[in-house]
């Protein structure tokens, strides 16, 4: 995967006025009040999700579609779910380009997860969530990985989810994150344990 992440340039994702700090392992603006992850970030929670070829992964906060092109080369099927329309339509236009045909994109609400194309293997959400959205719980196949971020506004614990043979959910902590705010039903400030 480390071949994959040298080899894919974070410039293809930005804007040309933050083209020139692309190599930074920093957050970057894509618009809106919105960011581009630091890449290191990007590459661990690609790993922590464990993907294998024949997944299929859902998404949400497609952003800049950074992360997307992760999923789509180590799993089989992407669905990837941004509710902001001109962020998604950039970002499939870069990942047409690179010349994935297994990207799929829809332009919503994400905290429902996409019902048609459940259950996944694997889910993650690159917005921060106050709680774990029940909908994504639900559209999680048994066995299946979910990791998001959940917290507060400024400092979220990046999560694991397992859902069991046994239908039990398991929580592990992995480590502290700032994301941007998932908004919509089960938004940050939301929705809390
Ligand atoms: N992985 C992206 C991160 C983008 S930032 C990247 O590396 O570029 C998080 C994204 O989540 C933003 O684009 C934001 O618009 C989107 N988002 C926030 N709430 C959402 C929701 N409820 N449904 C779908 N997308 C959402």
Redesign the pocket.
Known sequence: MTDFFYKLNRKD?LDDQYKDYSDFDNPLP?G?G????QPSL?LQMTRELELGKNHRVLE?????????VFLAEFAEAVYT????AE?SHKAKSRIDKLGYKNVHFKI????HGWNEHAPFDRIIV??AAGRVPDALIDQLKTGGKMILPVGESNLQELVRITKTNDGKIEKEHLTLVR??????EY?WGKNKY
């Open positions: 994702f894509i809106y919105q960011t581009i992850s990007v949400i906060g497609t952003g800049s579609g950074y992360q997307t779910v941004e509710r902001i962020l919503g609400d994400g905290s690159t917005a994301f941007v705010e998932l908004v919509g938004g």
